[in-house]
């Protein structure tokens, strides 16, 4: 085991903060998807406990909380200093259901009451074996009945290229003054782009290099970076008895990165779906995985339904399908016609009264499967045309006067360079649009005010939108109202790749050495 590691992991963390920023995989609006995919219903977030451990400064956390005020969240973290700068975030903007903790996990206890949702991103790979093992018991332990944990991890696929410059680096660094994109860059040049070899790693170094430095120190050059095999991650999973449902992003459970002429080789092994999974991974040199997780005992119901879509809301997804059918199209239209909300199946179904449900429910399955279209567990509307005055919420201008990036309302942060930050500050409500110019202007006069200011709109900036969920009488007419005809069973596109997985898992112990 890696535990001789761990005071340098202590020190890192208690002397530097990792940047911060919102994971949007980690937001139970969509984790909560991915666990209904997988058979399993969860609690809505909305007035869920959830845990996030790793929080950092809460910038991740803190947006959960205000957006769902009926909730109740804890963050808990091994850094002491940033712990309190979470804190001072949530006082400054009035959130009062976020609770903040400094504590090693392996000695942390929080209380009997258990958690909808656990968060650990960005925290495995990194921490000793020990540790590694104490989060998927904790987790078991922690967990309600119908919980989950979304839990992030490193694959030996994709870092198997980049090990290597890692090594050479840290090799190199008292050479070169200590100064890591220095370093990355002198390799960078001994290598020719003109072979296979050379174009490979020369794309890996660029990869490295465009994540930063002050990253860089606590992902590829953390002094933990463990990447394990897929079916370690499963066997360490079902020793702390805890079952895998599938991807964060059920579009992720084959990487998207995927060719259709990999898609289609990989054909033959849809009775066998965890050698799929491992073939796929190597296929696609696939890096990192975020994994939705519940308690092996918790009820889990293999299949779905039309009725569990009833359930989900839909957005447009990045692209669209190049050859869509007579149901897909009017589908894609009139979801395209929607945006930019997040709209219920149900208000879907009222705009398309003549589509077939069968029909339907595929081109959803497969929208949802080929990230067509983004599904969330609850609705979300907003106006992407600016307000008179222009207002943040008291959390986004907590961030700016720091110079933060703001988390937008699919939990996506946004960086901005420091000039443009005094003018988010100055967002308050209390400025007209053509008062808010005129500052840009003076201050920053080479930005496009008006469109920069309605991209802030079309992100959602500018209040809270999150709508309440469509009652039951609002499906009447619906599917929910309509016989299953044969739908109701399974769909085999999904229910083979997060389901089947979990239940072939070997018994022994996990090779805790990996990577």
């Known amino acids: 085991m890696t535990t001789s590691a ?4 202590r020190a890192l963390y208690q002397n530097r903060s990792y940047p911060p920023m919102s994971h949007p995989l ?9 666990a209904r995919l997988g058979g399993l219903t969860p609690v809505l977030p909305r007035q ?9 400064t809460g910038h991740n956390l803190l947006p959960l909380a205000r957006r769902w005020p009926a909730s109740t969240c804890l963050g808990v973290d091994l850094a002491a200093h940033a712990v309190a700068i979470a804190r001072e975030l949530a006082t400054e903007a009035a959130i009062t259901n976020a609770t903040f903790t400094a504590a090693d996990l392996r000695h942390f206890d929080p209380g009997p009451e258990p958690f909808d949702f656990i968060i650990a991103h960005g925290l495995f790979s990194w921490v000793p074996d020990e540790v590694k093992l104490a989060l998927l018991t904790f987790c078991h332990r922690h967990l309600a009945p119908a919980g989950i944990a979304t839990i992030s991890f490193n694959l030996t696929d994709g870092w198997a290229f980049r090990q290597p410059v890692i090594h050479l680096v840290r090799q190199l660094l008292p050479m070169t003054g200590g100064d890591l994109a220095e370093t990355l860059t002198l390799v960078r040049q001994t290598l020719d782009p003109a072979t296979p070899h050379g174009s490979l790693m020369r794309w890996v170094i660029d990869d490295m290099l465009a994540k930063g430095p002050d990253i860089l120190a606590f992902d590829d050059f953390g002094p933990v970076n463990d990447p394990w095999r897929f079916t370690d991650f499963l066997q360490a999973a079902a020793n702390a008895n805890l079952r895998w449902l599938g991807e964060s992003d059920p579009a992720e459970n084959l990487p998207s990165t995927l060719g259709d002429h990999t898609r289609s080789a990989l054909a033959p092994l849809a009775g066998s779906p965890l050698h799929a999974q491992l073939a796929a991974d190597l296929a696609s040199g696939r890096t990192f995985r975020s994994g939705v997780l519940c308690r092996s005992d918790a009820p889990v119901q293999p299949g779905l339904s039309r009725t569990m879509l009833l359930d989900l809301s839909l957005r447009p997804g990045t692209a669209r399908p190049q050859d869509a059918g007579p149901a897909a199209a009017p589908f894609y239209q009139t979801l395209a016609g929607l945006t930019p909300r997040c709209v219920p199946v149900p208000e879907l179904l009222a705009a398309l009264p003549l589509s077939d449900p069968r029909e339907l429910s595929e081109v959803i399955l497969d929208g949802i499967t080929h990230a067509f279209v983004r599904p969330r567990i609850e609705p979300v509307a907003f106006d992407p045309a600016p307000p008179e005055r222009p207002a943040l919420n008291p959390l986004a201008l907590a961030f700016a006067r720091r110079g933060l990036p703001v988390v937008d309302i699919w939990h996506t942060p946004c960086t901005f360079p420091q000039s ?24 920053v006069p080479n930005l496009a005010f008006e469109p920069w200011l309605h991209h802030l709109a079309g992100r959602g900036f500018f209040g809270d939108h999150t709508r309440p969920r469509v009652s039951s009488s609002a499906r009447q007419g619906g599917w929910a109202s309509r016989p299953p005809q044969g739908v109701g069973a399974s769909c085999p596109q999904l229910e083979a790749s997060p389901n089947a997985v979990c239940q072939k898992i070997p018994t022994e112990h996990p090779q805790t050495d990996a990577g």
Do not use: K, N, Q
Request: net charge negative; hydrophobic share 55%; aromatic share 2%.
């Open 420 to 443: 443009h930050y005094p003018i988010l500050v100055a967002m308050d409500g209390s400025r007209t649009i053509a008062e808010l110019a005129t500052l840009a202007a003076a201050t």
């Open 26 to 34: 980690s937001d139970p609006a969509v984790t909560a998807v991915a």
């Open 48 to 56: 869920a406990r959830i845990l996030e451990i790793g929080c950092a």
């Open 6 to 9: 761990d005071p340098a992991v």
